[in-house]
């Protein structure tokens, strides 16, 4: 048998010495120093997201691909595009022209209206023209934007048939991105200036609290972009393009639990675009941009079975082009077109969305269920004096989109 007795002996001669050493330390001694103060380390809390599934949740806890733009990263960035946003977001790219101001984009190789549904404020953006571009583009200054929420894959097409790729959904600016919570009133203004490209630009954000039952909100864009100059010094000729917008938002809470809500949305652009190079023919663009909703949303904790989401909406996208030259061949001019036929695309669409989420629970279980749908109309309008190509390849024309999801 081993014996552990020396073992214990010499574990109490340790504990001695060090009692003693403890002791003669003691004394010279002064005073202990005070403890450090902790450092407080902010909390980064996570992104929420409502585009996956209508319902409030971590972007992280998301059962589809999801990534959130905030404010914040766009106000780092200080793009001139959305290009500029999205060039970094999972899956995402983006389709442009540098003679125009217009964004179409990609998710996960599928592109256009009927494959990915952009949102502005929850209104659909159909525009779309056929050519040697993209087809289906939208106009929106990354100035005017709130926030965006990208969903890839085919759990988006709780937004209708026209999402089987993604929903892109932009959140213009609001009362919460110029004011903190204990905040009544205030103003935000921007201005930038450049000396190639980018010349001038204007923001100016403005809102108001009346306590928590209403507030309201406005912006007002002027931005001013000049042809560009490449390394060699060397002009590029239309690349610039002027922009004017205003912005204008209400929330309305007349009872506990009630809210409702519009947004009203002006923009114009006016650029001239030649084509994919300077042989092709010319075109003043002028380009009015619309959006308006109307929204209207209860829930409150007491009525779990009721979380009603309902809004309306109508954008529109008018493009006048004005011929001002023809191409190297002359193609135009031998159809009779003359410098100031115009061509005219316009296209409304209307719809409303409409879901409801009851949260119960059973067994221990919580529960979650949404249900809802949303309609949509779309309208386009082709009249085409300047040789019919527009007309051919974009007719006038509707469609009616109707969905249903749980």
Same mark, same amino acid.
């Not at 004005?322 to 410098?339: C, H």
């Given at each position: 048998?081993?014996?552990?007795?020396?073992?214990?002996?010499?574990?109490?001669?340790?504990?001695?010495? +060090?009692?003693?050493?403890?002791?003669?330390?003691?004394?010279?001694?002064?005073?202990?120093?005070?403890?450090?103060?902790?450092?407080?380390?902010?909390?980064?809390?996570?992104?929420?997201?409502?585009?996956?599934?209508?319902?409030?949740?971590?972007?992280? #806890?998301?059962?589809?691909?999801?990534? +959130?733009?905030?404010?914040?990263?766009?106000?780092?960035?200080?793009?001139?595009?959305?290009?500029?946003?999205?060039?970094?977001?999972?899956?995402?790219?983006?389709?442009?022209?540098?003679?125009?101001?217009?964004?179409?984009?990609?998710?996960?190789?599928?592109?256009?209206?009927?494959?990915?549904?952009?949102?502005? #404020?929850? =209104?659909?953006?159909?525009?779309?023209?056929?050519?040697?571009? =993209?087809?289906?583009?939208?106009?929106?200054?990354?100035?005017?934007?709130?926030?965006?929420?990208?969903?890839?894959?085919?759990?988006?097409?709780?937004?209708?048939?026209?999402?089987?790729?993604?929903?892109?959904?932009?959140?213009?600016?609001?009362?919460?991105?110029?004011?903190?919570?204990?905040?009544?009133?205030?103003?935000?203004?921007?201005?930038?200036?450049?000396?190639?490209?980018?010349?001038?630009?204007?923001?100016?954000?403005?809102?108001?609290?009346?306590?928590?039952?209403?507030?309201?909100?406005?912006?007002?864009?002027?931005?001013?972009?000049?042809?560009?100059?490449?390394?060699?010094?060397?002009? +590029?000729?239309?690349?610039?393009?002027?922009?004017?917008?205003?912005?204008?938002?209400?929330?309305?809470?007349?009872?506990?639990?009630?809210?409702?809500?519009?947004?009203?949305?002006?923009?114009?652009? #006016?650029?001239?675009?030649?084509?994919?190079?300077?042989?092709?023919?010319?075109?003043?663009?002028?380009?009015?941009?619309?959006?308006?909703? *109307?929204?209207?949303?209860?829930?409150?904790?007491?009525?779990?079975?009721?979380?009603?989401?309902?809004?309306?909406?109508?954008?529109?996208?008018?493009?006048?082009?004005?011929?001002?030259?023809?191409?190297?061949?002359?193609?135009?001019?031998?159809?009779?077109?003359?410098?100031?036929?115009?061509?005219?695309?316009?296209?409304?669409?209307?719809?409303?969305?409409?879901?409801?989420?009851?949260?119960?629970?059973?067994?221990?279980?919580?529960?979650?269920?949404?249900?809802?749908?949303?309609?949509?109309?779309?309208?386009?309008?082709?009249?085409?004096?300047?040789?019919?190509?527009?007309?051919?390849?974009?007719?006038?024309?509707?469609?009616? *989109? =109707?969905?249903?999801?749980?």
């Amino acid at each position: 048998m081993i014996s552990r007795r020396p073992i214990l002996s010499c574990r109490s001669g340790l504990l001695i010495g +060090v009692s003693l050493l403890s002791l003669g330390s003691a004394h010279a001694q002064i005073a202990a120093p005070p403890p450090a103060t902790p450092l407080v380390v902010p909390i980064a809390l996570d992104t929420i997201t409502v585009t996956s599934t209508k319902t409030e949740k971590s972007a992280i #806890d998301a059962l589809s691909g999801t990534s +959130v733009v905030t404010r914040e990263q766009i106000r780092r960035l200080q793009p001139s595009r959305l290009s500029d946003v999205l060039r970094d977001v999972p899956g995402v790219t983006t389709q442009e022209n540098q003679n125009d101001p217009a964004q179409a984009i990609n998710i996960r190789g599928l592109q256009d209206f009927g494959r990915v549904n952009v949102l502005v #404020d929850g =209104a659909r953006q159909d525009f779309q023209t056929s050519g040697h571009s =993209a087809n289906g583009v939208f106009y929106l200054d990354p100035e005017l934007v709130g926030g965006i929420d990208i969903t890839r894959g085919p759990t988006s097409t709780i937004y209708g048939s026209g999402a089987i790729g993604g929903v892109v959904a932009f959140r213009t600016r609001s009362i919460d991105d110029i004011l903190r919570p204990d905040e009544t009133a205030g103003a935000v203004q921007k201005w930038g200036f450049g000396t190639n490209g980018q010349r001038s630009l204007n923001s100016t954000a403005l809102g108001a609290r009346i306590g928590t039952a209403a507030d309201i909100f406005g912006q007002f864009v002027y931005r001013n972009n000049t042809p560009y100059r490449d390394g060699l010094g060397n002009l +590029v000729r239309d690349t610039g393009n002027e922009l004017t917008s205003g912005l204008a938002k209400f929330n309305l809470r007349p009872a506990d639990g009630h809210e409702f809500s519009g947004t009203a949305l002006i923009q114009n652009f #006016d650029f001239a675009n030649n084509g994919s190079s300077n042989a092709g023919a010319r075109f003043a663009n002028a380009v009015q941009a619309d959006t308006y909703t *109307l929204g209207y949303r209860f829930a409150r904790p007491d009525v779990p079975l009721i979380d009603l989401s309902a809004k309306g909406y109508y954008t529109t996208t008018h493009n006048t082009l004005t011929f001002l030259s023809d191409t190297a061949s002359g193609l135009y001019g031998n159809l009779g077109v003359r410098a100031g036929n115009q061509i005219n695309y316009d296209i409304d669409t209307s719809g409303f969305d409409i879901h409801n989420t009851a949260r119960f629970d059973t067994w221990g279980a919580s529960h979650a269920l949404t249900l809802g749908g949303d309609m949509v109309f779309d309208g386009v309008r082709t009249t085409d004096r300047a040789g019919g190509f527009g007309s051919a390849f974009t007719p006038s024309g509707e469609r009616n *989109l =109707a969905g249903a999801f749980v």
